[in-house]
């Protein structure tokens, strides 16, 4: 067993108060983590894998290891003083209701609501101005919450509808089909679907997609050839039509199918990676017709968005990164024949249709701006939106006269409003009633410079009147890749955190799509490093301009987020106190080993396709990266036992190496969540938790002995 003694500054300076000081020596007990001789060999050059047993995830060694690991965890947290504390807050700021915006299926209005403190949302519906009733209640899918809705979709007339839940946090659902009227399961459930969308085909039946079922562990073995299929209602499963990917020149990681909404079309989506596509349509009126190659190439992303007859709107990125819409017509649609409808500006284009138009939102700076077009591609009106921020949905039928949308930002809740199509005036519908007060709070957009003079955003939020004393914590979050964009979002989580003084920091990296492909471009395969330098960058201009210091700084990101903090940390790990490295891509020359992960080579090159990649992934690759004699910050890594995307073995594994090399004080610990996955889903009493332990790790760890505005708690329990 490994030990280290921790000295925690009890108390410190913060602000303008003071406090004495105190420590308390905390004894952390590593379990011991056995290494194998196991060597990959990669153009020559050996690479070690000592905990590759760890990969094994439906080994009893491996289960034996989370166990011991999370023991160790969960000892250390329980030393935390204000850690009920904030699950309490948490509880408390949580507990408000919160509603979906509604839309219209067949007769009815459904919208999904969370009373507060639910585990799920709760799909309801109504009937005109009758009273709401419930349609669906995922709370009642499994005792523990950990079953979740995954979607929920309507043939053309709403009176069935298909609906996937996931278990445990997997990404393999299973799809139940009910009268949606009588609210009765009418045939047997599908199972072992994956990555799929659900697209009905007027009332008779929907196309889901799928892989086979994996040889070896369901959540870990590799799954890369998707297939598409046609179930037809009162059917079994097993008689189900196979409408693309089964043959060897079908093959694609991923394949998605949609019907246009008039039900003539079929549109399908083969890839080979996370970015770029084929485009097949296919004639339904027809049963003879043959599938039409639109586009038989994957260096664009292309999708159909809108059709008025034989009419076709394409939303394409094809000589255009930051998108545009044109139209063709589909007896003839390749690209030769494109028109532009509407052309690409200058900001990023993402499009939805709703009443027979066109709502065209761009991203300003990640900020929204949305404008409304008619069918002939005339502007009619610049939605004048409530604020700035980020605003969502705009979009229904054809039918509509009036849809819903959101807006929100970093320091204002949630909001919907319903919006007229033909006058363009909305009013606001809900909003949420809750124990925050946006005023107190502020952000502010910020551009700096990169290590390559690259000009890059970063939006932080705090409480109005915070001193800028370098002594303030602070969370700096970021993603950079997958043409994500970071845009204004409110969170309760990070609510808490601006309560106790903290900033909250958010960089649109490289590598998103904030400002279209070029932008996301410039953070894959040989240029990744930019991502990493870009995040450098953030924390010191932080640094700089004093919202914080190294001893205060705290680094998060999920996904590959979390590669964002591995990397970070094993290359600069004294800038910053604390890193939360979240559900992470962190073996970077095994990741496209595992699941779909051999999918996301768009972004990250593999290790196996050439020499330059290989040693180029190896330079930055957390787990490969962690260092002897090293001090590396405070680390908390979490992960879920069922995550079947981003597979816990990469957190694994970085745990063991940080535990076995590191040097100091700082404690690198892992919270395993079990029957959890890679974050969809989770029950909202499993996020509090995970949200009390990281608050109360980062603060600890900063050298705080009680929460920085203590009075805050006292003010909400009066």
Do not use: C
């Amino acid at each position: 067993m490994k030990k280290i003694t921790l000295i925690a500054l009890a108390t410190i300076t913060f602000g303008s108060s003071q406090t004495n000081q105190k420590k308390e020596k905390i004894i952390v007990n590593y379990p011991t983590t056995q290494k194998v001789n196991t060597v990959d060999t990669y153009f020559g050059t050996e690479v070690k894998d000592p905990f590759r047993w760890l990969e094994d995830d439906r080994s009893k060694e491996t289960e034996d290891w989370v166990t011991a690991q999370n023991k160790t965890t969960f000892g250390y947290l329980d030393h935390i003083p204000y850690r009920a504390d904030l699950k309490k807050r948490l509880e408390k700021l949580w507990n408000y209701e919160k509603l979906g915006s509604p839309f219209k299926e067949g007769d009815y209005t459904y919208f999904y609501k969370n009373d507060g403190l639910q585990n799920q949302y709760v799909v309801y519906r109504k009937k005109d101005d009758g009273e709401a009733e419930v349609f669906l209640d995922p709370n009642s899918f499994s005792e523990d919450g950990t079953t979740s809705l995954a979607s929920l979709n309507f043939s053309k007339d709403g009176s069935i509808a298909a609906y996937s839940i996931s278990e445990g946090g997997s990404d393999w659902r299973k799809v139940i089909v009910m009268d949606a009227a009588k609210k009765e399961i009418i045939e047997d459930t599908l199972v072992d679907v994956k990555f799929s969308g659900i697209s009905w085909r007027n009332n008779d039946g929907f196309y889901y997609s799928s892989y086979d079922k994996p040889k070896g562990s369901e959540l870990s073995a590799k799954t890369d050839q998707h297939k598409l299929y046609y179930h037809k209602l009162g059917t079994s499963q097993k008689n189900d039509e196979l409408v693309y990917g089964g043959g060897a020149s079908e093959k694609h990681r991923y394949i998605s199918g949609s019907v246009s909404e008039d039900g003539n079309y079929l549109f399908i989506y083969p890839r080979v990676s996370t970015s770029g596509s084929k485009l097949l349509m296919r004639d339904l009126r027809d049963p003879n017709s043959l599938f039409v190659s639109i586009l038989n190439h994957t260096n664009t992303d292309s999708y159909i968005v809108e059709n008025v007859g034989s009419k076709l709107f394409i939303m394409t990125n094809m000589n255009a990164p930051n998108q545009k819409i044109v139209t063709v017509d589909a007896s003839n649609p390749a690209p030769e024949n494109w028109i532009d409808f509407i052309p690409e500006t200058e900001n990023v284009l993402s499009i939805n249709t709703g009443g027979e138009y066109f709502f065209a939102e761009y991203m300003v700076d990640a900020i929204s701006k949305v404008y409304q077009y008619n069918y002939e591609g005339k502007l009619i009106r610049e939605v004048q939106l409530p604020g700035i921020g980020s605003a969502s949905g705009f979009g229904g039928k054809k039918e509509d006269k009036e849809f819903y949308f959101s807006f929100t930002n970093y320091n204002t809740p949630g909001s919907s409003f319903k919006y007229n199509v033909e006058t363009g005036k909305y009013e606001q519908y809900w909003k949420p009633n809750i124990d925050f007060n946006p005023a107190d709070f502020e952000s502010k957009q910020v551009f700096y410079t990169s290590k390559d003079d690259t000009k890059v955003p970063m939006i932080i939020t705090y409480k109005k009147g915070i001193e800028l004393n370098g002594k303030n914590p602070t969370i700096l979050y970021g993603y950079g890749g997958f043409n994500v964009s970071l845009t204004p979002s409110f969170s309760i989580a990070n609510a808490i955190w601006m309560e106790q003084g903290g900033v909250y920091a958010v960089p649109n990296l490289r590598g998103g799509g904030e400002y279209g492909k070029k932008w996301h471009d410039a953070g894959t395969k040989t240029q990744k490093q930019n991502v990493f330098d870009d995040f450098i960058a953030a924390a010191e201009y932080l640094i700089k301009e004093n919202y914080t210091s190294s001893d205060y700084l705290a680094i998060r990101g999920g996904s590959n987020g979390g590669l964002l903090v591995g990397a970070t940390m094993t290359q600069r790990p004294e800038l910053m106190k604390v890193a939360l490295p979240a559900v992470g891509v962190l073996d970077m020359l095994r990741y496209h080993t595992f699941t779909a992960g051999a999918g996301w080579a768009y972004d990250y090159g593999t290790s196996e396709e050439s020499k330059e990649m290989f040693d180029y992934l190896k330079a930055y690759s957390p787990v490969h990266n962690v260092k002897e004699n090293t001090q590396y910050p405070a680390t908390l890594i979490t992960t879920g036992d069922h995550d079947d995307r981003v597979v816990p073995a990469h957190s694994f594994k970085f745990a063991a190496a940080l535990q076995e090399k590191q040097t100091g004080d700082n404690p690198t610990l892992i919270r395993i969540e079990t029957n959890a996955g890679h974050g969809a889903g989770t029950p909202v009493s499993k996020i509090i938790e995970q949200y009390a332990d990281i608050f109360g790790f980062t603060l600890y760890n900063m050298g705080f002995d009680k929460l920085p505005n203590q009075a805050v708690l006292k003010e909400f329990e009066e």
